[in-house]
């Protein structure tokens, strides 16, 4: 079986780069010819590992709207026309307008790592925000429509997205990391990992770690991402004296060991495609404080079980879930070992028997 994933770029440290990597070396080294075009890798390398199995391609056209994803639709179809694949897979960027009108005779799939409000979230301004953001949404659902299956991580979104397509499959996340060794969930430390973006609601994290400190000074915070608020957020640390109680760690290919290194996960995003950091801290043996995201962290974190669902920007409930994990070694210990339980369902071969099973379903 031969199958091509198309992605923007393999060189940020996202959640997106992480899991088709993760995916397309798993089913290389299971026998099948996998190869990863990208629009815009240029000279960089990909930030995670790949099986050298797996064939990298570089389109070198970018797949920005207009004249760029023109350039890049006419590439596509050249490569695909060589390669010859029998499945063809977007990400959900771009390249799914250019994939929809592809002239390739293989199955076509996109899988779509956000939620279905993200344009209506994105572009939260009056009334030109929502006439774009319903622009761009019905644009996505046309091309949408055109695949073999829309693919989405969480049965919420599934729901959201069967009111306006018939081709919906939904397939969660696999683990994509690699535990050496569980959290004794003894270390004073809590961890959060993300792109440093504003829908991660970074800002109201570091109020929370502030009013944390006041009841456990020795505690830390750790932040492993990078992103276009780094700046703002480490003047914003250094302005409330936190310089050494919150750190700006950049990203680490190497995150299990950092988790390793932690006593639980803090996630205070405004909204999630999945929550991949979720089930990797989970997967650490560490409980898990989240905001109830609308998709992604409600599926994922049973309340009071594995960790806390807290509505989102409640400052204080946060803190006091913190508190209490910090408090009460019990407690921490206990939903420690049922966020690892949690974890094991999303295990990759557990993951990938889903998608062979999707892909066995396609049209010949």
């Not at 006419?74 to 307008?97: F, V």
Request: proline content about 4%; some cysteine.
């Amino acid at each position: 079986m031969k199958i091509v994933y198309l992605i923007h770029s393999l060189h940020n440290p996202g959640g997106m780069e992480r899991v088709v990597s993760v995916k397309a070396s798993w089913l290389a080294e299971h026998g099948c010819d996998v190869w990863i075009l990208t629009a815009s890798l240029r000279s960089r390398k990909p930030f995670f590992p790949l099986s050298d199995k797996v064939s990298v391609m570089d389109l070198g056209t970018g797949d920005s709207f207009g004249p760029a994803l023109r350039r890049y639709g006419k590439a596509l179809e050249c490569a695909l026309e060589d390669i010859c694949p029998d499945i063809c897979i977007s990400s959900g960027g771009n390249e799914i307008y250019a994939l929809a009108e592809s002239r390739c005779s293989c199955a076509k799939i996109a899988e779509y790592h956000f939620s279905r409000d993200k344009f209506h979230l994105k572009y939260a301004f009056p009334l030109f925000g929502r006439i774009l953001a319903d622009w761009r949404l019905a644009r996505l659902t046309a091309a949408a429509a055109k695949m073999d299956r829309f693919v989405v991580l969480t049965k919420a979104d599934r729901r959201d997205w069967e009111r306006s397509l018939s081709n919906v499959e939904q397939i969660y996340n696999p683990l994509t990391i690699n535990v050496k060794e569980l959290s004794t969930l003894e270390n004073e430390r809590f961890v959060a990992v993300g792109r440093l973006s504003a829908e991660k609601n970074w800002p109201a994290m570091i109020e929370i770690w502030a009013k944390v400190l006041v009841r456990h000074p020795e505690w830390k915070l750790d932040i492993y991402g990078d992103g276009k608020l780094r700046d703002s957020l480490q003047k914003r640390i250094d302005a409330m004296g936190l310089r050494g109680k919150v750190t700006l760690c950049g990203a680490d290919p190497d995150i299990a060991a950092r988790m390793a290194q932690a006593s639980g996960l803090l996630l205070t995003s405004e909204r999630e495609g999945f929550g991949l950091v979720l089930i990797e801290a989970a997967a650490c043996a560490l409980p898990l404080v989240s905001s109830a995201c609308p998709v992604g962290p409600l599926e994922l974190i049973e309340d009071g079980v594995s960790g806390f669902l807290l509505p989102c920007g409640d400052t204080d409930a946060f803190v006091e879930a913190v508190c209490r994990l910090i408090e009460d070694r019990e407690l921490r210990l206990r939903m420690g070992r049922n966020a690892l339980e949690m974890s094991r369902k999303f295990s990759i071969d557990n993951v990938m028997g889903r998608w062979l099973e999707l892909f066995r379903s396609l049209p010949d």
